[in-house]
T-cell receptor, first 113, second 109 residues
């Protein structure tokens, strides 16, 4: 399968715990994006990377959130001190470059209890 | 005014019907227009991608863009129960994609 891969698919955590998600983009894509989606809403942009550089972060991305793409390949999204409001689907997407369509992974569904 | 407006539905149609899904937008900087399909608990799947006004056809799907009215549509011909999903319009005018809230479509057999 050469699509975008996300791990884990589901995560249940207690409030206050830290969680980390991984995304493996399509291999020749240099842009990688993280989005968050809540029930009944479209995906909302969180951040994006061009190769290993994080070029933009949304105001939605509080200081409890951090994303990395250390070698310009896979990326991780960490949420520290999780809150119930963090419960959502976290989607990763990748694209070949600017102004090209983005392809999404299956998402990681986070439930904070 | 929201950047993107999309009727959330739900929209229920009989099998074989022609479905029309629509979005309006306010940002003139949007240059690329997309439709994604999302099944329950899955990631969005790209259906159509276009950058010019007019129609683009792919099988049973036709995407229509009217830049002067800031209005895009997706038409589905001969709809099938397998088309039951949420359809997201999406717009790109820079580094990120802005999505509508999605329209839930049910096609009844």
């Amino acid at each position: 399968d050469t699509g975008v891969s996300q791990d884990p698919r589901h995560k249940i955590t207690k409030r206050g715990q830290n969680v980390t998600f991984r995304c493996d983009p399509i291999s020749e894509h240099n842009r990688l994006y993280w989005y968050r989606q809540t029930l009944g809403q479209g995906p909302e942009f969180l951040t994006y990377f061009q190769n290993e550089a994080q070029l933009e972060k949304s105001r939605l991305l509080s200081d409890r959130f951090s994303a990395e793409r250390p070698k310009g390949s896979f990326s991780t999204l960490e949420i520290q001190r999780t809150e119930q409001g963090d419960s959502a689907m976290y989607l990763c997407a990748s694209s070949r470059g600017s102004n090209t369509e983005a392809f999404f992974g299956q998402g990681t569904r986070l439930t904070v209890v | 005014q929201k950047e993107v407006e999309q009727d959330p539905g739900p929209l229920s149609v009989p099998e074989g019907a022609i479905v029309s899904l629509n979005c309006t937008y306010s940002n003139s900087a949007f240059q690329y227009f997309m439709w994604y399909r999302q099944y329950s608990r899955k990631g969005p799947e790209l259906l159509m991608y276009t950058y010019s006004s007019g129609n683009k056809e792919d099988g049973r799907f036709t995407a229509q863009v009217d830049k002067s009215s800031k209005y895009i549509s997706l038409f589905i011909r001969d709809s099938q129960p397998s088309d039951s999903a949420t359809y997201l319009c999406a717009f790109m005018g820079g580094f990120k994609t802005i999505f509508g809230a999605g329209t839930r479509l049910f096609v009844k057999a």
